[in-house]
């Protein structure tokens, strides 16, 4: 395991309501990215957030929005749900200047937009 | 365009045996570093090996070495002596550069048959 954990696992909600999905990064690690994973396609780039500011992000619409804490864990809030925001929703912890920057993912959280 | 492809939607592999996940990139970066990346059906990415782009050895783990082949921009991951729980899909992902994200293939699915 990794140390990272992120909740809830699992989660159900509507078109146009609001999710906030929660992570905790690895002992030490300063900085997190989320990636949206649906069905059958390899991770997508969300953004990336280090030291409590937006550090990248990728094509992603504006209703998408993250937070970072002084305890370097991290929310993940989407407005108005659409059917294809329905994905596993990763985060993962890495270390600026670690030896290869390698991110280290948590287990996801499976949204379903019905 | 694809920054990464990987070309084998599905692997099957006999136990005790060798396999080869074929990677391709694109990037005009010099500097760029090759990542795989193990997903069980639970769903969490587990780091197996990286490559940087100036490393002059191919990388190696344990039972997964990686095939650097620069000039032909293929990084492929070498399983050897599969065992059946090996069976998952894997991703090869790169970073260029300084850039926050990392780009993800869209997967290949190996199958370890006893």
């Known amino acids: 395991e990794t140390g990272v954990t992120q909740s809830p696992t699992h989660l159900i909600k509507t078109r146009g309501q609001q999710v906030t999905l929660r992570c905790s990064s690895q002992?030490?690690?300063?900085?997190v990215s989320w990636y949206q994973q649906a069905l059958g396609q390899g991770p997508q780039f969300i953004f990336q957030?280090?030291?409590?500011?937006?550090?990248g992000r990728g094509n992603f619409p504006p209703r998408f929005s993250g937070l970072q804490f002084p305890n370097y864990s991290s929310e993940l809030n989407v407005n108005a749900l659409e059917l294809d925001d329905s994905a596993l929703y990763l985060c993962a912890s890495s270390l600026v200047g670690g030896a290869h920057n390698e991110q280290f993912f948590g287990p996801g959280t499976r949204l379903t937009v019905l | 365009a694809q920054k990464i492809t990987q070309t084998q939607p599905g692997m099957f592999v006999q136990e005790k045996e060798a396999v080869t996940l074929d990677c391709t990139y694109d990037?005009?970066?010099?500097?760029?570093?090759l990542f795989w990346y193990k997903q069980p059906s639970s769903g969490e990415m587990i780091f197996l090996i990286y490559?940087?782009?100036?490393?002059?050895q191919n990388a190696t783990e344990g039972r997964y070495s990686l095939n650097f082949q620069k000039a032909r921009k293929s990084a492929n991951l070498v399983i050897s002596a599969s065992q059946l729980g090996d069976s998952a899909m894997y991703f090869c992902?790169?970073?260029?550069?300084?850039?926050?994200?990392?780009?993800f293939g869209a997967g290949t699915r190996l199958t370890v048959k006893p």
């Open positions: 990037t005009s970066d010099p500097s760029y570093g």
């Open positions: 490559q940087g782009s100036y490393d002059q």
């Open positions: 957030y280090y030291r409590e500011e937006e550090n």
């Open positions: 002992s030490g690690h300063n900085t």
């Open positions: 992902a790169m970073r260029e550069g300084r850039r926050d994200d990392m780009r």
